[in-house]
């Protein structure tokens, strides 16, 4: 019975940790999320499950199980991000700033023009409509409502971007996932940063001081030899709570406490605890938290107006042209301008295809939709944008991946061929006779295939 456990737990960490496999169960469960929680009979329910209050005792914490999912749930995806964060800052891939400058900046990039194309086509519509913006729903919305939602098109999908590139590329470099990686992760850091900075509104500061506590007492419980994973489970859930109560995002809390894990190994361990913990909570980030977030994206009616709706088109396209051109550009100016280096074997048009795959938002922008609009339809249709718009990303950059892959792959073939046809050459032997003829003789069967 121990042994079948230790094999479904196995089993279920492997599909976690495979990209393409848990990116399809993410994408699965929201399509029928919206299937669901848009049909007449199964409509109400959703309705009500996610208006459905719990409270904590003695605090101001009173949410639906919706804002329950989104706000409690999704901090196991946060605190896997904080963890793998802290990992790769200290061993990974950020621990060289000068190596990974490229894509730190291509992320910066990445997340500055999808904002600039999202205001400039709500502006159009709200020019072609004489300032009102009307949505799906036959609502009207002034401009200044409707581009406080510019931040949603700013987030990459790690988890979806990565499991693109696994479907469609898979003869391709491994320093174009490495670049890829990088990006994604430092645009992971950037939106924690813009959900800090611009989605929290700050309360009394003795809230603060409790968080720099449990911060604190954290610091030192997972630095000991003998982990009190019940304190540890305390002062995580004490913190969640205080950040709730500061009015910062409590999500973050997951970031705050994964940061101050040690990433180096320690008492002899084979592996660092930021990146065993990590592995140990992947089941339950791709497999439970992301999933369950992902469903019930809710509409008054899904019509075809969804798709001409303003906030949906300014999310599309901030996603599918906006996400490629920051990040294309960039790596263009920081390369021909900047002086910096790509990694070696890579030119900048290489990157257009995983550039393509980074307008994947989904998680992160689901969230930041949620926190930018207070009306639901609203915040409603900016998610189904987003949806929308990651797919299409998917679609293109496949088929961009796709081809890339298998010219890399062509090209690879004639290396080996030419490479072979240089040892063939070798073991060509010159022999000049007496009479001064050139005989050339081959040495047949020295080459061995490896």
Not at 91 to 116: D, F, R, Y
Not at 145 to 156: D, F, I, L, R
Not at 297 to 316: I, N, Q, R
Not at 354 to 366: D, E, K, L, P
């Amino acid at each position: 019975m121990a042994t079948s456990k230790r094999g479904t737990w196995t089993t279920i960490r492997r599909i976690a940790a495979s990209d393409r496999i848990s990116g399809l169960i993410m994408l699965g469960f929201a399509l029928a999320g919206l299937l669901l929680a848009n049909l007449p009979f199964t409509a109400h329910a959703f309705e009500q499950l996610e208006n459905f209050r719990i409270a904590i005792p003695h605090t101001n914490i009173d949410m639906g199980l919706g804002h329950w999912v989104q706000d409690g749930l999704l901090t196991v995806f946060f605190l896997t991000v904080g963890l793998e964060l802290k990992q790769e800052l200290t061993t990974g891939s950020l621990s060289n700033p000068k190596a990974a400058a490229v894509p730190m900046l291509c992320a910066v990039g990445g997340m500055l023009a999808p904002p600039v194309l999202f205001i400039g086509v709500i502006s159009l519509f709200a020019a072609a409509g004489s300032g009102q913006l009307v949505i799906a729903s036959g609502t009207s919305f002034s401009f200044a409502q409707m581009s406080n939602g510019w931040a949603v098109p700013t987030a990459t999908d790690i988890a979806f971007s990565l499991a693109v590139l696994a479907l469609f590329a898979k003869a391709l470099p491994g320093s174009i996932r490495a670049f890829l990686m990088t990006l994604a992760t430092v645009d992971d850091l950037l939106a924690i940063i813009l959900i800090a900075v611009f989605f929290s509104s700050v309360n009394a500061w003795y809230w603060f001081l409790g968080i720099a506590v449990c911060a604190l007492v954290w610091y030192f419980l997972v630095r000991m030899r003998k982990v009190p994973w019940l304190a540890v489970a305390i002062v995580g859930v004490l913190a969640w709570v205080m950040m709730f109560e500061a009015g910062v995002h409590p999500t973050l809390a997951g970031v705050l406490v994964g940061l101050l894990t040690p990433a180096h190994e320690r008492f002899g361990e084979k592996t660092p605890r930021a990146e065993r913990y990590a592995d140990k909570l992947q089941p339950f980030s791709a497999l439970l938290a992301l999933p369950i977030f992902a469903i019930g994206v809710h509409f008054e009616s899904l019509t075809l107006a969804l798709f001409v709706s303003p906030v949906v088109v300014a999310v599309m396209v901030a996603l599918v042209v906006g996400k490629p051109l920051g990040i294309m550009t960039t790596a263009w100016l920081s390369t021909h301008v900047g002086g910096l280096k790509m990694a070696k074997g890579l030119r900048v048009r290489d990157m257009f295809p995983a550039a393509c795959a980074c307008g994947i938002g989904f998680t992160v922008s689901f969230l930041i939709a949620s926190l930018a609009y207070q009306d639901a339809e609203l915040s409603a249709e900016a998610r189904f944008g987003v949806l929308v718009g990651s797919m299409v990303a998917a679609v293109i950059s496949g088929i961009l991946l796709s081809h890339q892959s298998k010219r890399f792959e062509l090209e690879d073939g004639t290396k080996h061929k030419h490479h072979t046809g240089d040892e063939d050459a070798m073991n060509e032997v010159e022999t000049v006779l007496e009479d001064g003829t050139v005989v050339v003789s081959q040495i047949i069967g020295t080459h061995q295939e490896q």
